[in-house]
């Protein structure tokens, strides 16, 4: 892939066939952070896709282990593996989970259940500090997410050991799992509760190449909380902002449509 | 048995800086000495036990031979889903430590006691599941733990437990340790409760009853030793542990894997809550927890059927 935005239109149409022939849920979840994944991948992460267990490769921690088919098409287009097993993906006997799950080359830490990514993450981080190593770590949450306790529980470790080379990106589109978050349990201020945790806490659109590039290549002092305001189910118009493709899978019909949109963008 | 553990654990990370000790704010008057002798391989975590566990494991991803303490319930309940996803899945170099077994922590109340945590442990795979009789076992069994990769729940008393072993057995990783010999029929005892067994050993001798002693440290790998113990005579387990769940059931387990039918009692605290408080010596009582209901138990797989 040439640049970023080219491999995360990729990803999209990559997406919609798997979660379409799979028949499985989360194309949504998966379609919001494709963005995320694609600078984190293709522009940032010090990460060699022939060397995947290199000491000092960055890390890239997928806490919101449910958008696993995005990560998985993205993994394979920048080189982890045949884009050609993507085809395999929640099949019988496959190893591409339907949550994100080690043994897939590229994967970090499996995950699945919510809350897990960033204590794993800060323990990374912890290392890389007392290795005296640049190593950056990088975790990304969904904003449901952020109910869970222990994600808490790690803010304030991360906080209290200054843990410069951590970054958690929370992937703000605003909708979990029945309605919004704001009418499930409101996290706003969601920036000034991670300022307050003694994070640095930058907000982005989180389908902007550029601004990812920028606010992720920032050195930085303390922990980073990036809040990259995402919309659910993004690139596909009929998709976006709908609790609905939290669950359902793509038909053939909403493929066919989805993928023209998705073609025609490309060409643009 | 906590102090020989740290300081086991510290004689350890002073020839490998990989090792590292977190506690959940637990441990005072134990883990000062390593904390201050070996800062960069010590980490607090706070009160925050799941986060524990994510840590652990993301310093165990990055090369770090991690060892996690805390009381009882709390590294094990409290955190299970981080313990079985985060840890146990990804086979990480974790060794969950659990201060104050059984009633231990005895005049602290339920929340305190570690009666079910055995049980929890086995139905997770790939843990080693261990509990040492003294602290003599656990300082071997500390160093077994480091030359094995994967991960392990050692699970301690606290302080000023008898030593049953005159001098240091010989045993690897999974082996019973036979304490006394006998014909007639088999104790198998894990943890403190193996006074139990040897007084039931003493007072059974005298009624011309011949058994024989084991200590039984690791519940997973469980030795075959139980299993052929059980086969052809009786065995009695005893435990500072629920019945429902524990070594009892292991070695029942493991006998009924063998097509065998097995002759076996179990001895521990019931299946029920406890609802009382007290001294360990009273605690045991009150939980049924005794040298007569192991003779009893004894007599009763004796008795012609």
Known sequence: MSNSLELSNTVRRDVLRMTHSARKSHVGSSLCCVDIFAVLYHSIANIDPKEPEAEDRDRIVVSKGHCAAALYATLAHVGFFPVSKLAEYCTNGSPLFGHVTVGVPGVEF??????????????????????????????????????????????????????????????????????????????????????????????????????????LE????????????????????????????????????DLAKAIRALEHEAQQ | ??????????????????????????????????????????????????????????????????????????????????????????????????????????????????LEDLAVMRAIPGIDVICPADPLEAELITRMILKND???YLRLRKEGEEIFHAEAPQFSRGDAIRLRSGSDLTIAATGTVVSLALEAHDRLADMGIDVEVLSVPFLRPLSPD???????????????????????SAVLDAVIACGEVPHLRKVGTPAATPSDIGESGYMWQSAGLTTEAVIEAVQSLLKPS
């Open chain 1, 110 to 215: 499996s995950t699945g259940s919510l809350g897990h990514g960033l204590p794993f993450a800060v323990g990374s981080a912890i290392a890389a500090s007392r290795d005296d190593s640049d190593r950056r770590t990088f975790a990304l949450l969904s904003d449901g997410e952020l109910d869970e306790g222990s994600v808490w529980e790690a803010a304030l470790l991360a906080a209290h050991h200054g843990l410069g080379g951590l970054t958690a990106i929370i992937d703000r589109n605003g909708l979990q799992s029945l309605t919004t978050t704001e009418a499930t349990v409101a996290l706003e201020p969601l920036a000034a509760k991670w300022e307050a945790f003694g994070w640095n806490v930058v907000t982005v659109d989180g389908h902007n190449h550029e601004e990812l590039k920028r606010v």
């Open chain 1, 218 to 253: 920032l050195p930085t002092t303390g922990p980073t909380c990036v809040i990259a305001e995402t919309i659910k189910g993004k690139g596909v118009e009929f998709m976006e902002n709908q609790v609905l493709w939290h669950y359902q899978p793509p038909s053939d019909d």
């Open chain 2, 1 to 114: 048995m906590r102090k020989t553990f740290i300081a086991t654990l510290l004689d350890e990370a002073r020839r490998d800086p990989s090792i590292m000790l977190l506690t959940g704010d637990l441990g005072f008057n134990v883990i000062e000495e390593f904390a201050e002798e070996l800062p960069s391989q010590f980490l607090n975590c706070g009160v925050a036990e799941q986060s524990m566990i994510g840590v652990a494991a993301g310093l165990a991803a990055s090369g770090r031979r991690v060892f996690v303490y805390s009381i009882a319930n709390f590294p094990t309940f409290r955190c299970l889903e981080q313990i079985r996803n985060d840890v146990a899945y990804h086979r990480h170099n974790v060794t969950i430590v659990s201060v104050g077994a059984g009633f231990a922590y005895g005049f602290d109340g339920y929340s305190h006691f570690g």
């Open chain 2, 150 to 152: 994967g991960p392990s």
């Open chain 2, 226 to 248: 139980c299993v052929k113990a059980s086969i052809g005579r009786g065995l009695v387990t005893v435990e500072e542990h629920s019945v429902n769940g524990g070594l009892g």
